[in-house]
């Protein structure tokens, strides 16, 4: 687990709701308080879809993407929000064949991001969930690594916390 306190939040949620640079995570859940507080599971309703195909566990967050931005959207910042979000579940086997780590994929339950703003500060913090217990904490590392890569590769001003 690492924490990081996002410095430039103007930039940060460009990227965040303006742009696809989270779209490929799976939403998890999420919290915006506005002049109400907006509660969003991402957990997907397959009941609701006609089809018989394959549908991932989670909406990804560019299906969201749209509808927070236009709770968050206007002339007063939010109160504070919160989401949640996930490597999906072939990029947690990616990093763990790219790393050569011996986690099984199966086991883990899932690589997360935690974006929290609190009407001053926004920060970002990961958390790796395995369904198995382990003392193993190459793929902690692993992820940790792969969210600061990420957020340079961005252009994402983050400060260890």
Not at 2 to 10: E, G, Q, R, V, Y
Not at 49 to 57: G, I, K, N, T, Y
Request: charged share 25%; proline share 3%; aromatic share 14%.
């Amino acid at each position: 687990m690492i924490a990081f306190s996002l410095t430039n939040i103007k930039d940060f949620m460009s990227h965040l709701l303006l742009s696809d640079t989270f779209d490929h995570f799976a939403f998890i859940e999420g919290e915006i308080v506005t002049f109400n507080t907006f509660q969003i599971d991402g957990f997907i309703q397959k009941d609701f879809f006609d089809s018989d195909a394959e549908l991932p566990e989670y909406s990804p967050w560019k299906n969201v993407r749209d509808y927070c931005f236009s709770l968050i959207k206007g002339k007063r910042t939010p109160l504070s929000f919160r989401f949640i979000f996930s490597l999906s579940g072939k990029n947690i086997e990616r990093i763990i064949a790219q790393n050569s780590l011996p986690a099984d994929p199966q086991n883990v339950q899932g690589l997360y991001l935690n974006i929290h703003y609190d009407g001053t500060n926004l920060s970002c913090v990961t958390g790796t969930s395995f369904k198995t217990f382990t003392m193993d904490k190459t793929l902690e590392h692993a992820w940790d690594e792969m969210v600061e890569k990420f957020f340079v590769q961005k252009g994402i001003d983050a400060e260890k916390a």
